[in-house]
């Protein structure tokens, strides 16, 4: 069987910081080519320099993956470079605290254009070229522990994680004949950037009156909104390369995912008791 990534070609939008880096960084390792996609040229750039001075092949397309067209330009120019894509990150987004009663239609158009559209563009412009290929390939859409599990303070951030898990389990059967593996990351807490980066890159005309430009500590969130320890995003980057290399569905990155994931499973199975019923 062929390595999942000994010179085939990986593509990861939001691939300038955080996990994307770390994913794009974690590929390389393994002797991928990349295609690396993020809104902000200059951490882009960055990135890039980071995993070419590892001796890695890149190609970097500035991209909003909120635009449809954008993300089909991505994948144009990937196949342009490299000839073929095998694996594809969807994984650009963006955090968004508040309570959802006082969330505006700018904050719902935001956050769903970036996290969830920006999945379902990467979906259109990706997967049918991987089954044209015919050579298999594996696709990874980024969600979140709020994915699986409603939080407070998370509402409109849940919703949009929430519709990439369904998306995903649903891409997960139709590719599954086709040889091509699917996969959803569902992280807790990483340490990453993701608060101040959701503000600076917020489009003008998506801002409600009187929202912040940047914020003023780069580690700023709503105390208790996801519990949980911090882990680095090279751990995260790993759980992706072992998800890849196993074809699993699920990916999780903190052991007390498992207590809450427990707790909901039982909910909902307790509707089920005579009394209930």
Known sequence: MADPFQDRVAVVTGGGS???AAMAAAFAARGARLVLADIDPATLERSAATVRGAGADVLTVRTDVGE?????????????????????????????????????????????????????????????????QGQGGHIVN???????????WL??????????VGLTESLHREL????IGVSVLCPMIVQTDINRNSVRNRPAALRNPGDPLDLPEPEAEVAGAMQGGVIGVEE???????AIDRN???VLTHSEQRGFLRRRAERLDRMFDPERW
């Not at 994948?75 to 963006?94: D, K, L, M």
């Not at 599954?176 to 040889?179: E, N």
């Not at 995260?236 to 072992?242: D, E, F, T, Y």
């Open 142 to 152: 980024t969600a979140s522990m709020a994915g699986l599990v409603g939080m407070e």
């Open 248 to 250: 699993d569905l699920y």
């Open 68 to 132: 449809a067209a954008q993300v089909e330009a991505l994948a144009e120019a990937a196949v342009a470079r490299f000839g073929a894509v095998h694996v594809v990150c969807n994984n650009a987004g963006i955090a968004l605290f508040g309570h959802l009663v006082d969330a505006t239609p700018a904050d719902w158009e935001y956050t769903m254009r970036v996290n969830f559209w920006g999945v379902v563009h990467g979906v259109q412009a990706f997967a049918p070229r991987l089954i044209a």
């Open 155 to 164: 509402g409109v951030y849940c919703a949009s994680k929430f519709a990439v």
């Open 176 to 179: 599954k004949p086709h040889g």
């Open 18 to 20: 955080g996990i994307g």
């Open 236 to 242: 995260v980057a790993r759980r992706v390369v072992r």
